[in-house]
C-alpha cells in the first residue's frame, strides 16, 4: 500500500471515529471498560501510578474498539510484544 493510500485508510477511520453518531454507539463500551478499569486497577488502592495505568487503559480500550479484542488475558499479551 502506497503512503497516499494509507493516508487515506487512516483518514477514513479518523472521520468514523469523530462523527457524533458513532462515538455514540461507543459511549456504552467506554463507560464499561472506564469502570471494569477502576475496579480491576485503582479500588482499594491508597496511591496509584496515574501514568502506567492511563497507558494500560488507552491500549485496552483501542484494543477493544479497533480489534474487537475483550479478553483481558489477550490484551496483555498483546501489550507486551
Same mark, same amino acid.
Not at 454507539?25 to 464499561?32: K, N
Not at 482499594?44 to 496515574?50: F, L, P, T, W, Y
Not at 487503559?57 to 489477550?74: E, G, I, R
Given at each position: 500500500?502506497?503512503?497516499?493510500?494509507?493516508?487515506?485508510?487512516?483518514?477514513?477511520a479518523a472521520?468514523?471515529?469523530?462523527?457524533?453518531?458513532?462515538?455514540?454507539?461507543?459511549?456504552? *463500551?467506554?463507560?464499561? #471498560?472506564?469502570?471494569?478499569? !477502576?475496579?480491576? %486497577?485503582?479500588?482499594?488502592?491508597?496511591? &496509584?501510578?496515574?501514568?502506567?495505568?492511563?497507558?494500560?487503559? *488507552?491500549?485496552?480500550? #483501542?484494543?477493544?474498539?479497533? !480489534?474487537?479484542? %475483550?479478553?483481558?488475558?489477550?490484551?496483555? &499479551?498483546?501489550?507486551?510484544?
Amino acid at each position: 500500500m502506497s503512503l497516499p493510500e494509507e493516508f487515506m485508510t487512516a483518514r477514513k477511520a479518523a472521520i468514523i471515529f469523530n462523527e457524533p453518531t458513532a462515538f455514540k454507539s461507543y459511549v456504552v *463500551t467506554l463507560d464499561a #471498560a472506564a469502570k471494569a478499569h !477502576l475496579r480491576t %486497577h485503582w479500588d482499594g488502592k491508597e496511591q &496509584v501510578k496515574v501514568h502506567p495505568l492511563a497507558k494500560k487503559f *488507552t491500549f485496552a480500550l #483501542a484494543c477493544q474498539m479497533m !480489534l474487537n479484542v %475483550h479478553d483481558p488475558d489477550t490484551i496483555d &499479551v498483546l501489550e507486551k510484544l
